[in-house]
Every structure is written in structure tokens, then in C-alpha cells.
């Protein structure tokens, strides 16, 4: 069965809140708003946190890849890297077959960071999925990751 | 089979591209983007669009209610409110009951508006499901409630 097309503009609450968009985006900025609330002591909120993360999971990237992945702007990408790298937490690099190449990669200290902020991360998304079969989290995954192939202009 | 807790910091990019926060993020922010450009030509982007749209599901909203449902910060929303009584596309009511609560309606030209950009949002919304069943995208909604029960820190 084909998904059918909401019929916009909606005429009822309930067709809003049947809508994909509408709770994306309420809970994408809910979500936001709520762990950035829950690492306000560690540090590392936002753009930082997310930054961190996609290099523990990609080990290397250059800014334009870190921008699209960590879902930062690329000026801000590259702001918050030069701050990061003060702090000791990632270093740049020149990749070694192509010295144009310039990347950025975690330090033990950064990883370090990430495994501090690992339990807090952690109890959210139990939250999160709080009354959810897994099987059911599962397919949502594979839903957005199709939606987000179905929509997005990067190769990554 | 209760859901599994992601093993935060992630190792590799498989990892990132299987947790539900991460693919809610990219998506919703490649969705918003793409919606405001599809929207250009229309005058009725951003938090316009998103204000116009509950109130057309809702008839009637407060500020508040109004700033809730279109993820607007309450300030945004006023001053959006602002313009779009100035372009006739909603008016102010005080409510008949309570003549305390100032609410929000739609006016017919407000809806004329929405209908105008109908065509965009569904196929905006084809190219989003594509290829993906109908009973999937439901499973995703269904999550997606539940989750927003979960984190919300408002009754609407």
C-alpha cells in the first residue's frame, strides 16, 4: 500500500497531530531544547556535543562533511572546531594522501568528554523511547533513513 | 522486547546513521529548509506557514497554544501574528466566555492562502514517503506521538 498525502490544509487537531512534519518537528526541537537543558553542567551542549559525537562515529571529516553530519552551519562548524581545539578535545590534521585535505579528528581527551556525558545521554533517550517496542523504534529508523534519502543533497 | 539504548559514544558512522535522534535532526532541518524554498514564491514561509496551519486545524488558538503547536518562540509568534492581521490573513478575538483570553482565528483569505499552497506541501510530502508502504509511515507516527508524550512539556 502506497502512503497516502495528507489532505493540507488540515481541518482538524487530530490531522495535525497525525502529521509526520508536524511531530518531527516538534519533538526535533523538544529534544534539542531538553538535552541541551541536560548537559548544561558537562560543557558540551549543541553544536559542540553533536560536533563530538560524529567524529567518535566517523573518526575523521573535514569541515564541509563535520557541517553536514553534526546538521551545523559551516561557519558555526568551523567556529565551534577552533574552540574545541583550545580546549584540547579535537586536533586538525592534513590527511596524509592528499595534503589539500584538511581534517579534524577527536583527541583521547574529547573521547574522554563523550564517555563522561555517555550516562545523561543515555537516560534521555530512555525517556524517549519510553512504552516504545523496539521493533517498532526499528522501523521508525528505517522510515527517516529512507525519507532522509529521499530528501537530502549530500552523499553522506 | 523493550527498546535498546544506544552505545553512546558511537564507533562508527553505522551507529550515527541507526539512532533516531541523529536521522530526526538532519531530517528535520533538511525538511524545513526545503520546505522554505519550495515556499518562496508563495509569502507564506517559516513560522507564517506553520501558524496559518494550526490555525486552520484548530480554528482557534491563544498566543500561547499558537506558539506551541508551530515550534515559535512566543516572541516570534506575536510579531508574526502582527503582520499576517495586517495581510487580512487571521484577526483577533476575545474570547465569547472569557473575555480575558485574546485568541487567533483564520480568516477566509488565510485559507484561501493555504489552499493556494496545497499542491506544494503534498507533493513536498510524495517526495518525503517515497517509496515507503503506508503501514510504515503509520508505525512512524504512532512512535513519533509516543515519544512526543514522552518529552513534552506541554498539555496541547
Redesign the interface.
Known amino acids: ?6 489532505d ?6 487530530e ?4 502529521y ?13 531544547f ?2 541541551n537543558r541536560a548537559l548544561a553542567g558537562a560543557e558540551v551542549q549543541g553544536a559542540k556535543m ?1 560536533i ?3 567524529l ?3 573518526k575523521e571529516l573535514t569541515i564541509n562533511q563535520l557541517s553536514v ?1 553534526s ?1 551545523t552551519e559551516q561557519s558555526t562548524t568551523s567556529r565551534t572546531v577552533d574552540q574545541l581545539v583550545e580546549e584540547g578535545l579535537v586536533k586538525r590534521h592534513i590527511n596524509k594522501s592528499d595534503q589539500r585535505i584538511r581534517t579534524v579528528r577527536l583527541t583521547p581527551k574529547g ?1 574522554k568528554k ?2 563522561t556525558i ?1 550516562p545523561i ?2 537516560e534521555l ?13 526499528r ?10 534519502e ?4 549530500h552523499e553522506i
Chains 1, 2 share one sequence.
Do not use: H
Open positions: 500500500m502506497k502512503a497516502e498525502t495528507p493540507f490544509p488540515f481541518s482538524s487537531k490531522e495535525l497531530d497525525n509526520f512534519p508536524y511531530l518531527m518537528n516538534r519533538l526535533a526541537t523538544r529534544w534539542a531538553n538535552q553533536r563530538l559525537s560524529c567518535a562515529a566517523c553530519l546538521v573521547f563523550l564517555v555517555s545521554i543515555t533517550y530512555r525517556d524517549l523511547v519510553s512504552g516504545i517496542d523496539e521493533q517498532s523504534v522501523t521508525c529508523v528505517r522510515v527517516l533513513q529512507t525519507m532522509l529521499n530528501v537530502r543533497e
